[in-house]
């Protein structure tokens, strides 16, 4: 079965919680808190797999969980850190938000791509030694990682897309001209789903084409294969337009030609611009009598594309056919990739009596679940970000609730593991 579009959940690990222990060995006096920190969790990873032509494996499995990290322990050992889970993808599949639809990631080349990250491992008791605090018997809990709700689409790597009406030789072609093996039938839909092959034109000369599954009248709004299999056209360079003059099925192919182009009107107006070369097919089954072959030729070149005679079945004009997409391809752009638009919405300042704070002498430790996810999304060495967490600190009344309870000039605020000093 070929699956191109799929929604899963990605969870990555959680850290691992910092450990209270204190170090006691015989003949060491007054050893001293020695508590791990806990281990960060592991990673949701995305990674191309060229052996992968479908997205299948997300069929049957739609969420996907990191391992967390282990707690710290005692001497000072941090925590094992949580295994990153590397997800499998064909090359082309483009990662979007399930909510906004944007583009997170085109994972078109071969660097992995980290979708959700791990959360941090939270510090243990050696950290919060001081002269004045020498037997600290607190620590910190690990962060969350992040969790995503993410849809997987498909879109090959193709230059050239064959597209026409089913039945009209598209697969045939690409059986003759490359090393593929779709299937081939007299029928319609005999062809379920894309295939692609590599077509070798001449020494350090290939590209790829797509047969696309038939699209027929109505393809844009959902009717046949096409409505599911047009995004596979979406990156192709060049469109080679199949169009079957023989007229063995009593359809015109002028008709046919401008049918299949509304279709790809409506469906995407950019796409429908792209370069096209027009073969008119089944070229030795046009009976006598017959003007569908020149008809068609003088409506296509009145538009101005190129247009050319071809038999797949007898291979007829199919190598000049390749020959001419070849040398097309020479004078076009690289092949479409996506650009990333998505912008990962930053978390807002909750209610400060939501927090739990806790004093310990001059340290006071903050923590609670807006506040942690707030720390999880700000970059401590960019100055906006910075000044964004603060603005969001003061928003919730974090600083008002402080000075309630009693905070210091100088004294230390601790959440989870940024720590900053107090000043009225």
């Known amino acids: 079965m070929f699956v191109d579009k799929v929604k899963i959940s990605v969870k990555a690990g959680s850290g691992g919680n910092g450990a209270i222990a204190f170090h006691r060995e015989k003949y060491v006096a007054a050893g001293g808190p020695d508590g791990g920190d806990g281990g960060n969790g592991g990673s949701i990873v995305l990674r191309v797999d060229d052996n992968?032509?479908?997205?299948?494996?997300?069929?049957y499995k739609r969420k996907y969980t990191a391992p967390n990290g282990q707690d710290g322990q005692g001497s000072r050992c941090k925590g094992k850190r949580g295994q990153d889970l590397v997800i499998k993808v064909p090359r082309g599949t483009v990662v979007r938000d399930a909510e906004t639809n944007a583009v997170i990631q085109d994972m078109s080349g071969s660097e992995d791509y980290v979708l959700c990250k791990g959360g941090r491992g939270g510090w243990g008791n050696q950290h919060f030694a001081t002269p004045t605090r020498q037997v600290p018997r607190f620590a910190k809990a690990g962060m969350p990682?992040?969790?995503?709700?993410?849809?997987?689409?498909?879109?090959?790597?193709?230059?050239?897309?064959?597209?026409?009406?089913?039945?009209?030789g598209k697969s045939t072609l690409l059986s003759v001209t490359s090393n593929a093996h779709p299937k081939i039938a007299n029928y319609h839909f005999t062809t379920l789903y894309p295939n692609l092959g590599v077509i070798y034109v001449d020494e350090g000369v290939s590209f790829v084409m797509a047969d696309i599954p038939g699209i027929i009248e109505g393809a844009a709004d959902g009717a046949g294969l096409g409505h599911d299999f047009l995004r596979h056209i979406d990156r192709c360079r060049l469109l080679v337009h199949i169009v079957d003059v023989s007229g063995c099925e009593?359809?015109?192919?002028?008709?046919?030609?401008?049918?299949?182009?509304?279709?790809?009107?409506?469906?995407?107006?950019?796409?429908?611009?792209r370069p096209m070369i027009v073969a008119a097919n089944k070229t030795d089954l046009i009976p006598d009598g017959s003007d569908n072959l020149e008809r068609l030729r003088a409506y296509v070149e009145e538009r101005g594309f190129p247009f050319y005679e071809i038999s797949a079945a007898t291979t007829a004009g199919t190598k000049q056919l390749m020959r001419v997409i070849a040398g097309r391809l020479a004078e076009l752009p690289p092949v479409v990739y996506y650009e990333a638009d998505y912008v990962k919405p930053l978390a807002e300042a909750g209610d400060a009596n939501e927090l739990k704070i806790e004093q310990h002498e001059d340290l006071w430790l903050v923590s609670g679940p807006w506040i942690m996810k707030l720390l999880n999304d700000i970059n401590f060495e960019d100055y906006e970000s910075r000044m964004y967490f603060d603005r969001q600190l003061r928003k919730s009344g974090l600083f008002e609730r402080l000075e309630t309870m009693g905070i210091q000039d100088g004294d230390t605020v601790s959440i989870y593991d940024f720590e900053f000093e107090y000043t009225k």
């Open 250 to 273: 009593d359809r015109d192919p002028v008709e046919d030609f401008e049918k299949i182009n509304e279709e790809l009107r409506q469906y995407s107006p950019e796409l429908a611009a």
């Open 52 to 59: 992968l032509s479908t997205l299948m494996d997300f069929r």
């Open 145 to 168: 990682g992040e969790e995503h709700e993410v849809v997987l689409e498909l879109k090959l790597l193709a230059d050239v897309g064959l597209v026409g009406f089913p039945n009209v």
